[in-house]
């Protein structure tokens, strides 16, 4: 089992509906990352929060809202989404963003539906 | 841009089999090489991690090895288990940006 834990573990969503997905690491990290996964594609970077500033936005949509209150937890607020924002979101933490010996730790994921 | 091939896409093998998966990048400029293991509707796990420095790493049954000049990477898998079965990720961390850049992954059946 990881330390990072991912609620919920599936949503289904319409196009107009608000929603908020919640990462939680139990690991004293400092960097917490958000990741979307869809089928026949590699895992893409979407942001970055490194002590509790975000530093990387990977050129997302601005219907994903990420949100880093502290260090431990991470929230991305989704809203208007469309069908094609379907996928596997993963949440992800690791020591400190600039640290080239250390791994990240992945959660479970959020398997998110857009009707 | 970094891009992180994988080959094969797929791979059955029988229960006790050695094999190889393959990983190859097009930027040289790497902090280090990380091979994941995911798991059906699950997270990633992480294998081992090979520094740039570095030319190989073991853990079990389990080595990857690392040429940097080339872009390639191998992770070998000995006396393979039902339990191995999986898709395995191969992952750059890029100089200077620290992101990591994935490949697509091989999914790996082992037949018992």
């Known amino acids: 089992e990881t330390g990072v834990t991912q609620t919920p573990r599936h949503l289904v969503m319409g196009m107009t509906n608000k929603k908020s997905l919640k990462c939680e690491q139990h690991?004293?990290?400092?960097?917490m990352y958000w990741y979307k996964q869809s089928a026949k594609k590699p895992l893409e970077l979407m942001f970055v929060y490194n002590f509790k500033e975000q530093t990387e936005n990977n050129s997302v949509p601005s219907r994903f809202s990420p949100e880093c209150p502290n260090s431990s937890h991470l929230f991305l607020h989704l809203h208007t989404l469309q069908p094609e924002d379907s996928a596997l979101y993963l949440c992800?933490?690791?020591?400190?963003?600039?640290?080239?010996?250390?791994?990240?730790?992945f959660g479970p994921g959020t398997r998110l539906t857009v009707l | 841009k970094q891009e992180v091939t994988q080959i094969p896409a797929a791979l059955s093998v029988p229960e006790g089999e050695n094999l190889v998966l393959n990983c190859s990048f097009t930027?040289?400029?790497?902090?280090?090489l990380q091979w994941f293991r995911q798991d059906p509707g699950k997270g990633l796990t992480s294998l081992l991690l090979?520094?740039?420095?570095?030319r190989e790493q073991t853990s079990g049954r389990l080595n990857a090895s690392l040429d940097k000049s080339s872009g390639r990477s191998t992770l070998y898998i000995a006396a393979s288990q039902p339990g191995d079965s999986a898709t395995y990720l191969c992952?750059?961390?890029?100089?200077?940006?620290?992101?990591?850049?994935f490949g697509k992954g091989t999914k790996l059946s082992v037949i018992p």
């Open positions: 690991l004293g990290h400092n960097a």
């Open positions: 992952a750059v961390m890029g100089a200077g940006s620290y992101q990591l850049t």
């Open positions: 992800a933490s690791s020591q400190e963003q600039t640290s080239p010996t250390d791994t990240q730790y």
């Open positions: 930027d040289s400029a790497i902090y280090n």
């Open positions: 090979i520094q740039s420095s570095q």
